[in-house]
């Protein structure tokens, strides 16, 4: 029997009723249709300050003197699971202040001066991952920093960017009246997140002459 997978989805947005949120959960809905333990969590609620400086700030015992919930988030949740999604709102044309802060907050573990840094690289590679954006506008160049961040992170880890979904709204919810159907697709990602064909190729890479059997 195949182990069941595990999905953690982040929202980067403070809005629990809002767009992130509504593409958070359609995720959801088609990743545990797929079978997947999923968890959907704010990342708010453990996360309340930025990075600082590790090499005057780390406790004696190595461990980050910011007193938040970061820890439990990245320890019990990320690291632990194959599949994540990221869900944030497009700000100043990046990801969001909470989004940035999650990624930037890994440093103080990964880093050498965390004595089971290595623990954590290992752990922090080779997942699947995910994006779904909150935008009000319908340009297709407000994504595309956000995108290129995401796809070079999971690069930088060994990961498998699989799909990107952006719903346009701005009001709360208001995704749902895309005409592009986000919410659909982001359940769709959801279901699909663990067994979507990912290809990057290299100029060496061994490779068929067919794409799809």
């Given at each position: ?62 461990e ?41 907050r890994?440093?103080?573990?990964y ?103």
């Amino acid at each position: 029997m195949s182990k069941t997978k595990k999905l953690l989805v982040l929202i980067g947005s403070p809005r629990r009723e809002g767009n992130s949120a509504a593409l958070a959960q359609a995720v959801q809905r088609g990743a545990e249709a797929a079978g997947a333990q999923v968890h959907v969590r704010f990342i708010d609620d453990y996360v309340s300050g930025f990075l600082r400086d590790c090499r005057s700030c780390r406790l004696p015992d190595g461990e980050c003197s910011n007193r938040d919930r970061y820890r439990e988030l990245l320890f019990d949740e990320y690291l632990p699971a194959e599949g994540i999604v990221f869900c944030t709102p497009v700000y100043w044309y990046g990801v969001s202040a909470q989004t940035k802060a999650f990624l930037d907050r890994m440093f103080c573990y990964y880093s050498a001066s965390y004595p089971a840094s290595q623990d954590v690289i290992a752990r922090m590679s080779r997942k699947r991952i995910g994006l779904a954006l909150a935008s009000e506008e319908t340009y297709p160049g407000a994504s595309l920093g956000i995108v290129h961040q995401i796809q070079e992170f999971s690069r930088y880890t060994h990961s498998a960017f699989v799909g990107v979904v952006r719903g346009i709204g701005n009001s709360s919810g208001e995704v749902v009246r895309d005409p592009e159907s986000p919410l659909s697709a982001a359940e769709k990602l959801g279901r699909d997140l663990f067994v979507r064909t990912y290809s990057d190729y290299r100029l060496d890479t061994v490779r068929g002459s067919k794409i799809w059997e």
